[in-house]
């Protein structure tokens, strides 16, 4: 009796589908997505997928409203040749699987002209391969990454990084260790995935060997497991410390080896070692003081440049009420004025295969807050190339070695480590890209 | 030397955290032979609740208490009004062995959504009340501070308290005789359910308290407690899942062996440490190393 | 009952047609849905075996669905499989796992089983960063291939994924209901119910039970491997704890003993996100609140499903239905 039911249920389940599958198959097929997708008369249609609240999304969450606010202040001053930038912004928790789904959603239903500023390596490269980017001509503006797979331009052609790789800084901050504490024991604490393996192998390439290599799971990070990290660094006598890993990691190191008297030279990474959201995680000003980190962008804190003064600007008048400015707003803005200069140089007539043209044959001219210079090319799509060293005094602002801003340029291979002399050029009137 | 000390002074200091969740998750079940999963989400809703107070006066240890009260009618609440009228009507068919579990899975999924749309997804920090600079002894600073202090003698205080409440008053031989035999407890004039109700208020204020513990080291989320419950979990089954002290020498064994791999080996494997402990606890002495007659099996 | 098993075959074929009708119809994003669907649905019927016909609970299925997409995937790069023979690695390979975790899941029961496989979801992708050949973090990507090219150029890459998708749904699914329907099934329902009196007429229980891990497993591991499919690859982050969350959750929903019942509980997970989706944007909310959103109400419903309608919303209405019938 009841197995009769069972099969009957299953052709009522059946029936149920087939219902539905006809009174939706009354819809129209929708073609594929084109070179003009998301262009219109009047408007650019961009997307981006990050993570805008749970725990991941720490200082991450500022970076999409500042693009917004950026793109915003372009569209108050003309836009881009006569067009508007309209951002969508979704929220993908970091997580693989929501980055795939709704990059899909972005491209086929928001019917987005590119992508800009995705964050997160594992998340890129789903989206890459699941979407098959390259294959379809989508572009993917200034992936938030460091990985130095990205700028192959064989296998990600329509990728774009911006940001320098974790290789890169680790060869610059190897060469700096060299330099400046030379024959001192060196340790390094490293999140225990790609984002710090890059890493490792990256001082190991500028020569230094450390002589406690401490590796912690993601997400593992607290007080008790950094009083561990401590504690292995102690027995090694290393008195040059490198804190590879996101900021919530570095707070519980800077804490807990105050909270233990052990004081070493602390050297955070340029993720983890951003003053405003450690100060939010409990790591009091006076505590950074003489820690060094390396940045590309100008410090937020820098007033006298010229890029930081109109960021300042723009954050107040465009940008979500209240937003405090940090390095977070500045790295957004950076890479919306990025975006404006490539959809401005692929000209009137835009379509997806001129903007990937644009950025590659124009890329290095392109105005920039970034003190290192954009490397984009025919042949290569790294970004940004170098870092500069600074040492954050007692207020938590980062003052750069000198005093003034002096970039190391490397690349993410053996090649070595050279003291950069290009400069800046100055801002185009107004901040607006031409 | 010195890295044995620290070692041993981290594990006991953590252990005593896993201690307090596992004795949460033991008052449970002994009470109702349920694993209560939600008590992740009871507690990190407390410590909510304790941070709000944290913040709004400033003082710490008014927040204990509090979130421990509130730990406590959260647990009342959630036997009172899902768990007795689900033992009602699930006690039939398929879903018969595994709806207790599946619905704290759910209470789980509604407080970490709760919680977060109250009080956002970003990090909450609450300041230990007491200092947290590690001890110097003679020339070496140790990695035990007067915030390890508190945890281990408030965990102490709550494990004595309870212990002393089900072996020597007649609420602790209601609450053990209700989870034994319901039937014949209910004969001899107990009121079952409340006293089932009690069980959980108390397991509420456990978590509660192990929530607002651990936070100063760490920090407030919504998803920050998951961790703790199945590292809770693992030292109530090294302890037994019968008996309080077994969950107390669960947790500081559990506590003691992170401190020690994490120290001699590598924090790399602290996901991968609580499950093949407990997986050899299983295998080998099911009723854990304290634990007594009842066996593990349906 | 050859009777019985014609017509489900039938069933499934016309169920088949109709799948490929609604995939010429429809836009990319529900392709894509589509696929997503299928996956779930494989997944949902794992726990549907597992605890619906053999009543052990597993809060680790997501893991085991890792294992799956993982063997997939270094078949793919080792040996140079092609799919379909990557994907019956993915079922061997888990259910090989699932035998072992089976012999130690038959004697553990309800809280004990559901806390161990707990620690395993927790534990099994951290492992994966353990080792640099499983690719870490980033982890490693597997390649989809592309439609053949008799199917035109323009053949979509979404509808390829939905069309290699739902024919894994469609076979695995078939294949266990008849699994369920065999002396197979009966025995698991008989140990479910009185494993005493199982042994009493012969069921070797600890052996069904093993039996049942060991096919769920499997089941499980081709749901995996069509997650890698749809993903482009697999990551240890594509397979979290709330994967093997969502697979319960969407087994109770809809009747955790009913095979069918996978398609509407797959049906209810994806279309929860879209439905909150389109609810985020009518009424402007706020971020926090949309996020949430989708993980509160899937938890009241898994909450008044397990409370209220247990067995199923069809086991509700049989029950009332058989009411009816003895007060008549």
New interface residues.
């Given amino acids: 009796m009841m197995?009769?039911?069972?099969?009957k249920?299953?052709?009522i389940?059946?029936a149920i589908?087939?219902a539905a599958?006809l009174a939706?198959?009354?819809?129209?097929?929708?073609a594929?997505?084109t070179e003009t997708q998301g262009v219109t008369a009047t408007q650019i249609t961009l997307g981006i997928s990050q993570p805008?609240?749970?725990?991941a999304?720490?200082g991450y969450n500022k970076v999409a409203p500042a693009m917004d606010a950026y793109f915003k202040y372009v569209n108050a001053n003309g836009g881009v040749n006569g067009r508007k930038i309209k951002l969508i912004v979704k929220?993908d928790?970091?997580?693989?699987?929501d980055a795939?789904?709704k990059t899909?959603?972005l491209?086929?239903?928001d019917k987005v002209f590119a992508l800009v500023g995705s964050l997160g390596?594992?998340n890129n490269?789903?989206v890459?391969?699941?979407?098959?980017l390259a294959?379809?001509g989508i572009p993917s503006l200034y992936v938030n990454s460091g990985?130095s797979g990205f700028a192959n331009k064989s296998t990600y052609k329509t990728m774009f990084p911006l940001f320098p790789t974790y290789y890169m800084e680790t060869k610059v901050l190897g060469e700096y260790i060299k330099k400046n504490f030379p024959g001192k024991k060196v340790g390094i604490i490293y999140q225990?995935?790609?984002?710090g393996?890059d890493a490792l192998a990256g001082l190991k390439q500028a020569g230094v060997t450390p002589a406690a290599s401490?590796?912690?799971?993601?997400l593992?990070q607290?007080?008790?497991?950094a009083?561990?990290?401590?504690?292995?660094l102690?027995?090694a006598d290393a008195e040059v410390v490198i804190m590879y890993g996101v900021t919530?990691a570095a707070a519980?190191a800077l804490?807990?080896a105050?909270?233990?008297?052990?004081k070493p030279q602390w050297i955070i990474d340029s993720v983890g070692g951003v003053s405003a959201t450690l100060q939010l995680?409990?790591i009091q000003a006076p505590l950074l003081n003489g820690v060094i980190t390396s940045s590309f962008l100008p410090a937020s804190t820098d007033t006298t440049d010229e890029y930081i003064k109109l960021f300042q600007t723009i954050n107040t008048k465009y940008n979500v009420a209240g937003t405090k400015f940090d390095d977070n707003v500045v790295t957004g803005m950076n890479t919306a004025m990025m975006t404006v200069a490539a959809l401005k140089a692929a000209g009137k007539n835009l379509t997806r295969s001129g903007v990937i043209k644009a950025i590659e044959t124009k890329g290095k001219t392109f105005p920039s807050a970034s003190l290192a210079q954009p490397q984009f090319s025919t042949t290569s799509h790294v970004g940004y190339n170098g870092f500069w060293i600074g040492t954050y005094d007692a207020t938590g602002t980062l003052k750069p070695e000198t005093g003034k801003y002096k970039i190391y340029t490397t690349d993410s291979g053996s090649g070595a480590v050279k003291v950069s002399t290009w400069k800046r050029p100055a801002m185009p009137a107004k901040g607006l890209p031409k | 030397m010195?890295?044995l000390i620290?070692?041993i002074l981290?594990g006991l200091?953590?252990g005593a955290i896993y201690s307090l969740m596992a004795l949460a998750l033991v008052l449970v079940f002994r009470s109702t032979r349920v694993i209560n999963f939600a008590q992740a989400g009871q507690a990190v809703v407390s410590t909510y609740i304790g941070w709000e107070v944290v913040t709004r006066t400033g003082n710490y240890w008014l927040a204990l208490p509090i979130a421990a009260i509130a730990g406590a009618i959260v647990g009342a609440a959630v036997e009172s009004f899902l768990m007795r009228p689900l033992s009602k009507r699930a006690s039939k068919g398929a879903i018969a062995p595994v709806a207790s579990v599946i619905l704290t899975l759910g209470l789980l999924g509604v407080l970490h959504s709760g919680a977060?749309i109250i009080w956002?997804?970003?990090?909450k920090?609450l300041?230990s009340p007491v200092s947290?600079?590690?001890i110097?002894v003679g020339e070496t600073?140790?990695?035990f501070?007067q915030t390890d202090f508190l945890i281990i003698g408030t965990a102490l205080l709550v494990m004595l308290t309870f212990s002393f409440i089900f072996q020597k008053t007649n609420l602790g031989l209601a609450l053990r005789a209700s989870a034994f035999q319901p039937e014949i407890a209910r004969l001899s004039g107990v009121r079952v359910d409340r006293i089932r109700a009690i069980g959980w208020a108390f397991a509420g204020a456990a978590g509660a308290i192990a929530g607002v513990l651990v936070t100063?080291?760490?920090?407030l989320?919504p998803?920050?407690l998951d961790l703790l419950l199945v590292f809770g979990f693992v030292a109530a089954v090294i302890g037994g899942l019968e008996s309080l002290i077994g969950a107390a020498l669960g947790g500081i064994l559990l506590g003691l062996t992170l401190?020690f791999v994490?120290?001699y080996i590598?924090?790399?494997?602290?996901?991968v440490v609580p499950f093949v402990i407990l997986i050899l606890v299983l295998l080998i002495k099911p009723s854990g190393l304290i634990g007594g007659r009842k066996s593990r099996n349906a | 009952m050859h009777n019985?098993r014609a017509?489900?075959l039938i069933?499934f074929i016309?169920?088949g047609f109709?799948?490929f009708?609604?995939g010429?119809?429809?836009?990319?994003?529900?392709l894509?849905q589509g696929a997503?669907v299928a996956m779930y649905v494989i997944g949902i019927a794992s726990i549907v075996l597992l605890t619906g016909f053999s009543g052990q609970i597993s809060l680790g299925n997501g893991a085991i669905m890792a294992l799956g997409g993982f063997s997939a995937t270094l078949a793919q790069s080792t040996w140079g499989l092609p799919l379909p023979l990557t994907f019956v690695v993915a079922v061997l390979g888990a259910a090989l796992f699932g035998s072992i975790l089976g012999v130690a899941a038959a004697r553990l029961s309800g809280p004990y089983l559901a806390g161990a496989t707990l620690a395993l979801a927790v534990a099994l992708p951290?492992l994966a960063?353990q080792f640099?050949f499983l690719g870490?973090?980033?982890?490693l990507?597997?390649d989809?291939g592309?439609a053949p090219t008799f199917l035109g150029e323009?053949f979509?890459?979404?509808k390829w994924f939905y069309w290699i998708s739902a024919l894994a749904a469609l076979l695995m699914t078939w294949l266990i209901?008849n699994v369920l329907?065999s002396r197979f099934g009966r025995s698991w329902r008989a140990v479910r119910s009185n494993s005493t009196a199982a042994e009493l007429v012969g069921i070797h229980a600890a052996r069904s039970k093993v039996l049942a891990f060991t096919l769920a497993s499997g089941v499980a591991g081709l749901a995996g491997a069509v997650?890698a499919l749809?993903?482009?690859?697999v990551?240890p982050?594509?397979y979290?704890l709330s994967l093997s969350f969502a697979l319960i959750t969407g087994a109770v929903l809809a009747g955790i003993s009913?095979?069918?019942g996978s398609?509407?509980g797959a049906l209810l997970l994806v279309g929860m996100?879209e439905l909150v989706?389109s609810l985020t944007s009518r009424f402007s909310l706020e971020?926090?609140l949309?996020?949430n959103l989708k993980e509160l109400l899937v938890s009241v419903l898994l909450i008044l499903a397990v409370v209220f309608t247990p067995n199923g919303p069809?086991d509700r209405i049989?029950e009332r239905k058989a009411l009816h019938k003895k007060t008549k």
Wanted: hydrophobic content about 35%; charged content about 15%.
């Fill in positions: 197995r009769f039911t069972r099969s249920k299953g052709m389940g059946s589908v087939a599958a939706v198959s009354a819809l129209p097929a929708q594929a997505s805008t609240n749970g725990p999304s720490y929220n928790g970091y997580k693989v699987t795939v789904n899909v959603e491209i086929s239903r390596t594992a490269i789903a890459s391969n699941a979407v098959d294959g379809q990985f225990d995935d790609d984002f393996d401490i590796p912690y799971a993601s593992s607290s007080a008790a497991t009083a561990t990290w401590v504690s292995k102690k027995t919530s519980f804490g807990t105050y909270a233990l008297g052990y995680l409990g | 010195d890295q620290s070692a981290i200091s953590q977060a956002k997804g970003d990090q920090l300041e947290a600079m590690g110097t600073v140790y990695p501070s100063p080291g760490s920090a989320s998803n920050s401190s994490g120290l590598g924090t790399s494997l602290t996901f | 019985h017509k489900r069933g016309l169920l109709i799948l009708l609604i010429n119809r429809v836009d990319d994003l529900r894509y997503s951290s960063n640099t870490g973090e980033q982890g990507p597997f989809s592309s323009d979509s890459r979404f209901s329907q997650l749809n993903l482009g690859g990551s982050s594509a979290p009913t095979l069918s398609v509407i996100s989706g971020d926090v949309a996020e069809g049989r």
